[in-house]
C-alpha cells in the first residue's frame, strides 16, 4: 500500500498576512489561491522541493454547515494560538531561525538541543498556529 500526505490544512484569519508569512519567512510557494463562494478564501502554499506537499490556509470553521456558536469558539481557540501546528525540517535550524526572526516573526523558542534527537526552534504565525522548525541531530 502506498499512501501519502498530499495537503494539511491550517486556519488563518488573515490570508495576506500569512501569505507573506509563509512565502518570506519560510520561502513556501503559493500554489492556488482561490476565492469562491463569496468571502470564503484558501490558499495553497507549500516549499519549492516538495510539490507534491501543500499546506492550504483556510478560514477558521471553514465549513459552511458548522453553527455560530462553534464558528465562534473556533475563532477563540485560533486567536490564543490553540487551533493548529506545522512542524518542518531543515538541515541548518540556526541559520532558519536567523532569517524568520529577521521577518519579525513572533518567536516562541530559540533554537535549542532537545532529548528527542533534534535541534529545534519555535514560532507563531501571523494567526497564531504553532510552527515548529527541527534538524535532526547526528
Known sequence: ??????HCFLSVDDHEKAIAFYRDALGFEV????????????????PPSQPDVSVVLEPP?????ISDADREALRDLLAK??????????????AVFDHVQATGAEVV???MDQAYG?????????AGNLIRI?????
Not at 500554489?31 to 507549500?46: F, H, I, L, S
Not at 494560538?81 to 540556526?94: F, K
Open 109 to 111: 523558542q530559540e533554537p
Open 31 to 46: 500554489r492556488n489561491d482561490v476565492k469562491a463562494y463569496g468571502t470564503m478564501r484558501w490558499t495553497t502554499m507549500g
Open 1 to 6: 500500500m502506498d499512501v501519502r500526505l498530499q
Open 81 to 94: 494560538g490553540l487551533l493548529g501546528r506545522l512542524n518542518l525540517t531543515t538541515a541548518d535550524v540556526d
Open 118 to 126: 533534534v535541534r529545534d526552534c519555535a514560532f507563531r504565525d501571523p
Open 61 to 65: 470553521a471553514a465549513d459552511p454547515g
Open 134 to 138: 527541527n534538524q535532526p541531530r547526528r
